[in-house]
């Protein structure tokens, strides 16, 4: 299933642009929320109990439609709840990407 099912596309110009995956825990429920090139942003319920299994459902979730990783994840807030990490789709004949873990 793609994340973007149900809705628009990409546009061409903007499929490179990276898309922002911000994930928040709040008491036992992870939160996603997923800012695309196009500015339209989209929550998605996630099956993970952990910020650790969910870092990887969403990555995994953005791998299937060719995104990667082009940073590492970061906590923007000062209480460690909540976790942002940047994922792009790289040119077809870019062979060379960044670290994926």
């Not at 546009?11 to 995956?21: F, G, L, M, Q, R």
């Not at 970061?74 to 077809?92: E, K, V, Y």
Request: charged share 30%; net charge negative.
């Amino acid at each position: 299933m793609s994340l973007r099912s149900g809705g628009s596309e990409v546009s061409d110009d903007a499929i490179h642009e990276p898309v922002t995956v911000l994930l928040r825990q709040t008491d036992a429920k992870i939160e996603c929320t997923v800012t695309w090139p196009d500015e339209d942003s989209r929550d998605y319920d996630l099956q993970s109990l952990s910020m650790h299994q969910a870092k990887r459902e969403i990555k995994a979730w953005l791998a299937r439609d060719g995104y990667r990783p082009v940073d590492r994840w970061a906590a923007p807030g000062p209480d460690g709840q909540q976790l942002m990490r940047h994922f792009a789709r790289p040119p077809a004949n870019d062979r060379i990407f960044p670290a994926t873990r």
